[in-house]
């Protein structure tokens, strides 16, 4: 079992910047690729951003590229995802998820709970 707790979602104006963490517990986190997804009200959760078990590989969703870095520190078990260039369709709660590298929900095996991301015009 792998337990995630994500944090650092708030209110944050257009342009504004904010850094999402994660935080992992429970078997070997490098074991693990990480993901992050979002999910805004009335939409299916969507992939945002992944990183392999060692860092040495990411990916991004096309809507986010350039805007958003993942990043991981596998000796604190934790995992980042630092948003630039917020817009408002950023607005989602984000969660963090462990599981093998993939653009899909169903390549990952646990969940956070997610945090609440607002972007405010």
């Known amino acids: 079992q792998v337990h995630l707790v994500e944090s650092g979602g708030e209110l944050v104006q257009v342009g504004g910047s904010l850094r999402l963490s994660c935080a992992a517990s429970g078997r070997t986190f490098s074991g693990y690729a990480m993901g992050w997804f979002r999910q805004a009200p009335g939409k299916e959760r969507e992939f945002v951003a992944t990183i392999s078990r060692l860092g040495g590989s990411t990916t991004y969703s096309d809507s986010v590229k350039g805007r958003f870095t993942i990043s991981r520190d596998n000796a604190r078990n934790t995992v980042d995802l630092q948003m630039n260039s917020l817009k408002p369709e950023d607005t989602a709660k984000y969660y963090c998820?462990?599981?093998?590298?993939?653009?899909?929900?169903?390549?990952?095996?646990?969940w956070g709970q997610g945090t609440q991301v607002t972007v405010s015009s």
């Open positions: 998820a462990a599981g093998l590298y993939g653009t899909t929900l169903r390549y990952y095996d646990y």
